[in-house]
């Protein structure tokens, strides 16, 4: 009975893990074969660098899409990587334990709270900060930079706390038994030996940052140029899928579906290259 048991569960993990690869497949199939004739008909280098989104004009470049998801994801990296690891290796390693009590939930609640309340935060506080600063009407780059940052934020913090404490307790202890401080030992050993989930733990935040839409539409300006300034407005990949597929048919359909195989490459190029820089000893 148990050897059947056994073979039981064999089969049912085996069949989840096929049906999570036949819906990839599938994912990838359906993208693909949209896209690339839609590609193919705009010209591939006239959809990915032209520079002008006019569908009613039949012209669709896709570059200041591009560039904008690059630049937003690449500004919540610089906000939320830093502060994100920072806290974990508190979370982990220096924080109190009645302080954890309140960190830890108040990180988990900030996981489940939804992107369209994230917006509504970008508006009322952040936007109005950024109009006192810098002037202008608040909504662009710099502004959906830091709301994406505190938005990746709890991925980061949860899935590096959680490699931080599974590093054997030795490697720290030895360290301290050579001499080396508190803080050495916790930087220097055992951040190190957390590498590789620390580094899981920044590709979701980005596969996060750079697949948002919602928070993003309503702070970013949604201006389909490309930015030359910090508080200029832009349009993501994800945002001009978002904005239009509602109503749109024919080639413009598929040319939002092929902005869609970009994004998909994109990510799938953020992770390789993740993958590749955690492989490397």
């Given at each position: 009975?148990?050897?059947?048991?056994?073979?039981?569960?064999?089969?049912?993990?085996?069949?989840?893990?096929?049906?999570?690869?036949?819906?990839?497949?599938?994912?990838?199939?359906?993208?693909?074969?949209?896209?690339?004739?839609?590609?193919?008909?705009?010209?591939?280098?006239?959809?990915?660098?032209?520079?002008?989104?006019?569908?009613?004009?039949?012209?669709?470049?896709?570059?200041?899409?591009?560039?904008?998801?690059?630049?937003?994801?690449?500004?919540?990296?610089?906000?939320?990587?830093?502060?994100?690891?920072?806290?974990?290796?508190?979370?982990?390693?220096?924080?109190?334990?009645?302080?954890?009590?309140?960190?830890?939930?108040?990180?988990?609640?900030?996981?489940?709270?939804?992107?369209?309340?994230?917006?509504?935060?970008?508006?009322?506080?952040?936007?109005?900060?950024?109009?006192?600063?810098?002037?202008?009407?608040?909504?662009?780059?710099?502004?959906?930079?830091?709301?994406?940052?505190?938005?990746?934020?709890?991925?980061?913090?949860?899935?590096?706390?959680?490699?931080?404490?599974?590093?054997?307790?030795?490697?720290?202890?030895?360290?301290?038994?050579?001499?080396?401080?508190?803080?050495?030992?916790?930087?220097?050993?055992?951040?190190?030996?957390?590498?590789?989930?620390?580094?899981?733990?920044?590709?979701?935040?980005?596969?996060?940052?750079?697949?948002?839409?919602?928070?993003?539409?309503?702070?970013?300006?949604?201006?389909?140029?490309?930015?030359?300034?910090?508080?200029?407005?832009?349009?993501?990949m994800t945002a001009n899928i978002v904005?239009?597929?509602?109503?749109?048919?024919?080639?413009?359909?598929?040319?939002?579906?092929?902005?869609?195989?970009?994004?998909?490459?994109?990510?799938?190029?953020?992770?390789?290259?993740?993958?590749?820089?955690?492989?490397?000893?």
């Amino acid at each position: 009975m148990r050897q059947f048991r056994e073979v039981f569960m064999k089969i049912v993990f085996l069949i989840s893990a096929c049906a999570s690869i036949l819906a990839i497949l599938l994912i990838c199939v359906f993208l693909f074969s949209n896209g690339i004739p839609a590609m193919a008909e705009i010209g591939f280098g006239d959809f990915l660098l032209g520079t002008t989104w006019k569908p009613l004009n039949d012209m669709y470049g896709i570059f200041p899409m591009i560039v904008g998801s690059l630049y937003v994801t690449a500004g919540a990296i610089i906000v939320g990587v830093p502060i994100g690891l920072l806290c974990a290796v508190f979370m982990a390693r220096f924080c109190p334990r009645k302080l954890y009590g309140i960190l830890k939930p108040a990180v988990d609640l900030m996981a489940g709270i939804p992107s369209i309340v994230y917006g509504f935060f970008g508006i009322l506080v952040i936007v109005p900060i950024v109009q006192d600063l810098f002037g202008g009407s608040g909504k662009g780059l710099l502004t959906a930079s830091v709301l994406l940052g505190i938005m990746i934020l709890p991925t980061i913090v949860g899935v590096c706390e959680t490699s931080l404490r599974s590093v054997p307790e030795q490697y720290y202890e030895g360290s301290l038994a050579l001499g080396a401080t508190h803080e050495r030992s916790v930087f220097c050993v055992v951040l190190p030996a957390a590498k590789s989930g620390v580094l899981a733990g920044i590709i979701l935040g980005v596969g996060r940052a750079i697949g948002e839409t919602m928070a993003v539409i309503m702070i970013a300006g949604n201006q389909a140029v490309i930015p030359t300034g910090l508080t200029d407005g832009l349009r993501t990949m994800t945002a001009n899928i978002v904005l239009e597929m509602g109503y749109a048919e024919g080639l413009h359909r598929e040319a939002l579906i092929a902005t869609g195989v970009v994004l998909f490459v994109f990510v799938l190029i953020i992770n390789l290259s993740f993958s590749a820089l955690k492989g490397k000893k």
